[in-house]
């Protein structure tokens, strides 16, 4: 069964402190790595990853996957109590008519004080 | 200990039918959300049930017809299936209505719907 666990379950930092979110992941097939902010609504798609070793990067975020070791992190530099949310990893995997659906972690609850 | 299931994963229709798609949760949430993937894997909230009631309902078209029969359970039926319905639709369940930034949604595996 495919599995994606993402760690910490909870970080309580200061605004301007730097976060480092983690997510391993076990999948067969596996096509790609997607990360999501999830504030009150619904999650806003924040990166696909598909390669190893290859940063992405949108402003104070930025992530990286690592395909030997089986995982992502999710770097926020700066960061600011608009950050506060949970951060959402999920995985794709290949079925035999295409993508299959995603596997998702249980979430980071990312808290950012004044 | 499947959190939330969704059956079937997968769905090959023609245009113009009728199916549904069904969701369990066995978390004992209360609050039970449908969502559309796009080819750019955003995530768009379609419904939201909370106690079998509807809290959320986007702008979807009338042709998507929730139904929560219990708190565990939310279908989602389509009639008269579009070449544009083709897509992943996500089932997510929380513990309250998602008014707290630090609430988790627990999403399903999906279900890939290709209508032809």
């Known amino acids: 069964e495919d599995k994606v666990v993402q760690s910490p379950l909870s970080l309580v930092v200061h605004e301007g402190d730097t976060v480092t979110l983690n997510c391993s992941y076990e999948?067969?097939?596996?096509?790609?790595l997607l990360w999501y902010k999830q504030e009150k609504k619904a999650p806003t798609f924040l990166f696909m990853l598909?390669?190893?070793?290859i940063e992405k990067k949108s402003g104070r975020l930025s992530s990286i996957l690592d395909k030997k070791e089986l995982f992502s992190i999710l770097n926020i530099t700066a960061t600011q109590t608009g950050d506060s949310a949970v951060y959402l990893c999920?995985?794709?995997?290949?079925?035999?008519?295409?993508?299959?659906?995603?596997?998702f972690g249980k979430g980071t609850h990312l808290i950012i004080q004044p | 200990d499947t959190a939330v299931s969704q059956t079937p994963k997968y769905l090959v229709t023609q245009m113009g039918n009728d199916k549904s798609i069904k969701c369990e949760q066995n978390?004992?949430?209360?609050?039970m959300y449908w969502y559309k993937q796009d080819s750019k894997k955003f995530l768009k909230i379609m419904f939201s049930?909370?106690?079998?009631?509807?809290?959320i309902n986007e702008t979807v078209p009338n042709r998507f017809s929730p139904k929560s029969p219990d708190k565990a359970h939310l279908n989602l039926h389509i009639n008269s299936l579009e070449l544009g319905d083709s897509a992943v639709y996500f089932c997510?369940?929380?513990?309250?209505?998602?008014?707290?930034?630090?609430?988790?949604?627990?999403f399903g595996p999906g279900t890939r719907l290709l209508v032809l």
């Open positions: 999948v067969t097939n596996f096509r790609s």
């Open positions: 049930y909370n106690n079998k009631e509807l809290i």
């Open positions: 978390l004992g949430h209360d609050t």
């Open positions: 999920a995985v794709e995997a290949y079925s035999g008519g295409g993508a299959d659906g995603l596997t």
């Open positions: 598909t390669s190893s070793g």
């Open positions: 997510a369940s929380s513990q309250g209505v998602g008014g707290a930034v630090w609430e988790t949604q627990y």
